[in-house]
């Protein structure tokens, strides 16, 4: 796998090579997994058992057949439960694999050096903090390094787990929540990486899914991953001032490249950061993979991929900037899937409606909310704020230190309430300020009708309200964590959550109503009190129609985190792995992001102008291109056959010539058709 780029910087601030593919289990994939104990692939289910229900005494381990020594992410779902209980399973990384997995207690961990995240759900007496926990463990599963309670460990639900472990920190993220955090280094003597789980005299299943395993590289420090090459005194570079790549300066007639130093032969997925700009234009760079690397990169329109005038096979993703004699007809900026050379093009596209912007901070986002289009809020990770004024994202300093997952505010932006962990809330009335803490359970979703009737939601079935003075507890509701809020009116207001769980609060009553399923439920949003719509895991998407909720087709199945519409018939809803799912007011189709990350929030002032955010912020503006008339013709003139045909070209027209604003005409190119609306 290759990164090549000719004429033009590069800078990839974060790199995430291929180690082995997102793998579904749907088919086998040769020889990226290593089967051990009581550990198979379900055929039927298309998952992978690690141990089976009420079958005492079991150990199964998942092994990754690569060894993985360097800073990863890794990504996968359980389910654990529907037994009589324990042991757990565990995340094995930077681990020794001679060993034979055992039943009981140990969680098929062993006692050899490495690593361990531990979803336990037995007390063994001292060797376990608690019961239900998730823990940081080393060497075994009774050297727990830190923990955290938690009872999602088995509760016979599904859920999505991201592991994030770079060289001095490593994050766990239970269903894009912030559940476990850890600064230190670790030993990366050995490079087993897998899942194991097993059973005692009580048994659960334990089974996993959807399994990704990243190599991580923000290049803060040279890793060995990778070789730079390129031509005579271009090469490229790893900058350590910036911690980036240079792949190539803002010279001419210059190629740069960098190669992971492991071949990359099976299925993979991979990410990264780009930035190519600052110089007189062109020509681009490519993505390499299943490529052959014996060869030296050509300058031009080679984008680095091939010889001077020649091919070398494999394939690549080219992000070209310049129109050349290789090039699709009539475009210039484009991304193509690339194979040999240059000039071949696969499939391209030259445009994106929805576009990555920079929000102004490296953190995740868990929350985007706005009263314009120059006044808009995100909020996330470690106390994130992000102001955006129609030109650029700001970042508000020193307000908490808690994750932050929900934002709202008034019309009028005029009082902006934000909460987030431990029930944290903040306020804005001019400036950001803390709220004493009236619940320590997480707060996930805030939603109000005015700044003297708002509401947040969260853990355990947590409700809490402001009434312009004073926050106060709402009791007697269910068990589950609560992620979502959203109403007409102060009595007409449906929160949501775990295992399917709606409530609807009116004037006189608090209700449970019937969902129809059990999946987690992350938000809810409408356009009155007949037209609700609920959005959670696995891309379920539920709609109230004043009586009845009802399972809607969403076309994905993918985890649907948050939702935002400018009427009934143009609703988003955004989700893992960059999913984005749009509603016309009949159906719910896919809509192409561009992004493979995690998107969790999503606000728009108008259908044209829309914000996603998550591990990235993408923008969305509608395809439209404002643009200013400065001519019209005095007199009608007979159009040119190559526009309309012969039978055509009798009709009289009047020139018109309009100029888009500068920051959208890159995005038209020479003959290209467009259709115009007046305002």
């Given at each position: 796998m ?6 033009s910087?590069?800078f ?12 579904s289990f749907d ?8 089967y051990?104990?009581n550990?198979?692939?379900?055929v039927?289910?298309k ?15 998942l092994w ?6 360097t800073?990863f992410?890794a990504?996968?779902r359980y ?8 042991e ?9 694999k001679?060993?034979?997995p055992?039943?009981?207690?140990s ?9 361990g ?9 001292d ?7 998730i823990?940081l ?5 009774n050297?727990h ?6 009872n ?8 999505w787990?991201e592991?994030d ?6 994050v766990?993220?239970v269903?894009d ?24 005299t ?8 959807d399994i990704?395993v990243?190599?991580?590289?923000t ?13 005579s ?6 900058d ?21 130093t ?9 990410t ?8 007189t ?5 490519a ?20 010889p ?6 494999g394939?690549?993703?080219?992000f ?7 090039d699709?007809?009539g475009?210039?900026n ?12 696969l499939?391209w ?12 901070t490296?953190n995740?986002l868990h ?7 120059d ?5 996330g ?8 004024d129609?030109s650029a994202?700001?970042?508000?300093a020193?307000v ?5 997952y929900g ?16 029930g ?5 009335s001019?400036?950001?300020?803390p709220v ?5 359970e997480?707060?996930y979703?805030v939603?109000?009708t ?19 003075v ?12 609560l ?6 009116s102060p ?8 295992a399917g769980?709606i409530l609807?609060f009116?004037?006189s ?5 019937t ?10 949003w409408?356009?009155a009190?007949d037209?609700v719509?609920a959005?959670?895991?696995g ?6 129609d004043?009586?009845t909720?009802?399972?809607m087709?969403?076309g994905?199945?993918?985890d ?5 519409g400018?009427?009934?018939?143009n609703?988003?809803?955004v ?5 984005v799912?749009?509603?016309d ?5 896919p809509m ?11 606000w728009g002032?108008a ?11 993408l923008r ?14 005095p ?8 526009i309309y ?6 009709k ?6 309009a ?5 959208g005409?890159a995005?038209l190119?020479?003959g290209q ?7």
């Open positions: 290759l990164i090549g780029s000719v004429a910087a590069l990839p601030t974060a790199l995430d090579p291929p180690i082995a593919k997102g793998d088919t086998v994939v040769d020889g990226a997994w290593t051990v104990g550990a198979r692939r379900d039927d289910d998952n992978v058992i690690l141990t089976d229900s009420l079958v005492v005494n079991q150990a199964g381990v990754l057949s690569q060894e993985v020594r800073p992410n990504t996968f389910r654990a439960g529907g037994g009589t209980g324990g757990g399973f565990v995340l094995m990384f930077y681990k020794n001679g060993y034979t055992s039943a009981g207690g969680l098929a961990f062993g006692t050899t050096s490495g690593y995240i531990e979803f336990d759900s037995l007390d063994n007496g060797a376990d903090p608690s019961g239900n926990h823990a463990i080393s060497g075994n599963s050297n390094i830190t923990y955290v309670d938690d999602r460990t088995e509760d016979n639900q599904w859920h787990v592991v472990v770079r060289p001095f920190v490593m766990v993220k269903d929540i912030v559940a476990l955090e850890w600064a230190d280094t670790f030993d990366t003597t050995h490079g087993g990486i897998g899942i194991g789980a097993s059973t005692g009580s048994a659960n299943y334990h089974l996993v899914d990704k990243r190599i991580n590289d290049f803060t420090e040279n890793t060995e991953l990778w070789n730079y090459g390129g031509t005194g271009a090469t490229a570079y790893r350590g001032t910036n911690q980036n790549v240079v792949l190539t300066e803002a010279q001419q007639d210059r190629a740069g490249r960098m190669w992971l492991q071949d990359i032969t099976s299925p993979f997925a991979t990264f950061d780009y930035r190519a700009s600052g110089g234009g062109g020509e681009g760079l993505f390499m993979f299943y490529k052959k690397m014996s060869y030296t990169p050509g300058t031009g329109g080679s984008l680095g991929f091939s001077d005038g020649g091919t070398a096979s394939y690549g993703i080219e070209d900037s310049s129109h050349g004699e290789g699709p007809e475009v210039g484009h991304i193509a899937l690339i194979k040999d050379n240059a000039s071949n093009h499939a596209a030259d445009s994106r409606l929805w576009q990555r912007m920079d929000g102004g490296l995740d929350s985007v909310w706005g009263w314009s289009s006044n808009i809020v995100a909020v990770q470690r106390g994130t704020i992000v102001c955006y129609g994202w700001t970042q508000i020193d908490t230190t808690q994750d932050l934002v709202w505010g008034t019309d009028d932006g005029a009082s902006v309430f934000a909460v987030g962990h431990n944290t809330i903040l306020r804005y001019g400036d950001w300020q004493d803490n009236v619940t320590t997480d707060l979703g939603w109000g005015s700044s003297n009737d708002v509401y947040a939601v969260g853990g355990k079935g947590t409700l809490v309200h402001f009434d312009g004073s926050w106060t507890t709402i009791g007697g509701l269910p068990d589950e964590d992620r979502g809020i959203w109403g007409t009595t007409d207001v449906f929160a949501v959550g775990q769980t609807h009116t004037e009553s608090q209700d449970q109503m969902s129809g399923v059990t999946d987690n439920l992350n938000c809810v409408g356009t009190s037209d719509f959005v959670g895991t891309g379920r998407i539920l709609h109230y004043g009586s909720w009802s399972a087709t969403s994905s199945t993918k649907l985190h948050g939702m935002w400018s009427g009934p018939d609703v988003v809803a989700g893992s792995e960059g999913t799912q749009r509603y007011g009949s159906a719910w189709s192409e992001s561009s992004a493979a990350d995690y998107l969790h929030g999503v002032s259908p044209g102008d829309v914000l996603a955010v998550g591990s990235v912020m969305f503006d509608g395809g439209e291109l404002p643009a200013t008339i400065s001519f019209i013709s007199q009608a003139e007979y159009t040119p056959p190559v045909s012969r039978d055509s070209r009798g009289l027209v009047y020139l018109v010539e100029r888009p604003d500068p920051a005409a995005r190119k020479p058709p467009l259709e115009v609306t007046a305002e």
